[in-house]
């Protein structure tokens, strides 16, 4: 099946948060690739190569879009929104959340990165859509570590 190019070039959500920084729009990429698959220059096992925790992240947290996937056209799209950043803690580091949940993040964490990725279930493509840098802005809280804090309590630090 031919595919138009208006129906590959359809606008793509961008992280609409106040605040935003450094978004960046990833269409242009998202077009070559396309355009690799249909001239026969690219597999399409290359292009559907979702892993499968992402695929996992989408069949559970993917919010879906009214797009059909623009390589199988047999199911809709679905957009799974990670997260990344020092202010997390080590077990929400990275995870996906709902996108509803990002503004409230940006209103009380200083600094983080959030990646939406576009997901087909049935065949695995996938590609990121934007990327953005989110949060108040402010500067983050040094973490002492244990060692040195430990040492510094019990005066037993190395002395030159």
Known sequence: MRRTLTRVLRSRPVIDVAGARCVIDYSLARR?????????RMRREDACDAHIYLRRAARYHGEPTDEVCPVCADETLVHVTYAYGECFNADTNGRAWASRDIPDLAARLPEFSVFVVEVCRECGWNHLVTSAVLGTGE?????RSSASSSSASTGTGSRG
Do not use: Y
């Open 139 to 143: 500067p983050m809280p040094r973490r």
């Open 32 to 40: 070559s690739v396309l355009t690799g698959l249909a001239s026969g």
